[in-house]
Antibody
Framework: QVQLVESGGGVVQPGRSLRLSCAAS????????IHWVRQSPGKGLEWVAL????????DYADSVKGRFIISRDNSRNTVFLEMNSLTPEDTAVYYC???????????????WGQGTLVTVSS | DIQMTQYPSSLSASVGDRVSITCRAS??????LNWYQQRPGKAPRLLIY???RLQSGVPSRFSGSGSGTDFTLTISNLQPEDFATYYCQYSYSAPPFAFGPGTKVEIK
């Protein structure tokens, strides 16, 4: 079945870096854009970043621009999120999601991975 | 940037009730609006896309309506598994892909 699985979360000190992975299966990965969305504890959903199907286009939320880098390896069906200069405000569950559409726009996110928790604390 | 608001922020209802959640955009967004359900400790799940189109596998008691700035998610015959938080999302094909703040549906 169509599935996304995140990994790489953990506890990291402020100012340090962490790399998250999102492994896909069950669909032709290279045909789809992938997004990262995060959710701080007890809070709502915040879009973080996107990467186009071929990796040529990326975009970021203002809150992470210049600190986070999204990339992909279509030979490994995996998307990465390199997070640098982390602050406690980056503490959240990070989800990856596939972008889907039938006649763009609009687009929608389906499915989502189970999420990976990143805690930024000294 | 387009801002999304939802109301109510929470509601209490009983099994079998019909409930409606409203999402309002700060600018007209045609039908570029999705709805997601998030159960506690779980990932969001797509319910409705393009304002009114039911995602495959989602029960027909869920429905969406609206266009422009005002949208509604309706759950008829509320079931125990429907107690969750619901988010709307502006869904044009470019950022900011803004989400609403969420509406928590609780058991009365």
């Amino acid at each position: 079945q169509v599935q996304l699985v995140e990994s790489g979360g953990g506890v990291v000190q402020p100012g340090r870096s962490l790399r998250l992975s999102c492994a896909a299966s069950g669909f032709t990965f290279s045909n789809y854009a992938i997004h990262w969305v995060r959710q701080s504890p007890g809070k709502g959903l915040e879009w973080v970043a996107l990467i186009s199907h071929d990796g040529r286009k990326t975009d970021y939320a203002d809150s992470v621009k210049g600190r986070f880098i999204i990339s992909r390896d279509n030979s490994r069906n995996t998307v990465f999120l390199e997070m640098n200069s982390l602050t406690p405000e980056d503490t959240a569950v990070y989800y990856c999601a596939r972008e889907y559409y039938d006649s763009s726009p609009p687009v929608w996110f389906d499915p989502w991975g189970q999420g990976t928790l990143v805690t930024v604390s000294s | 940037d387009i801002q999304m608001t939802q109301y109510p922020s929470s509601l209490s209802a009983s099994v079998g009730d019909r409930v409606s959640i409203t999402c309002r955009a700060s600018q007209r967004i045609a039908i570029y609006l999705n709805w997601y359900q998030q159960r506690p400790g779980k990932a969001p799940r797509l319910l409705i896309y393009a304002a009114s189109r039911l995602q495959s596998g989602v029960p027909s008691r869920f429905s969406g309506s609206g266009s422009g700035t005002d949208f509604t998610l309706t759950i008829s015959n509320l079931q125990p598994e429907d107690f969750a938080t619901y988010y709307c999302q502006y869904s044009y094909s470019a950022p900011p892909f803004a989400f609403g703040p969420g509406t928590k549906v609780e058991i009365k």
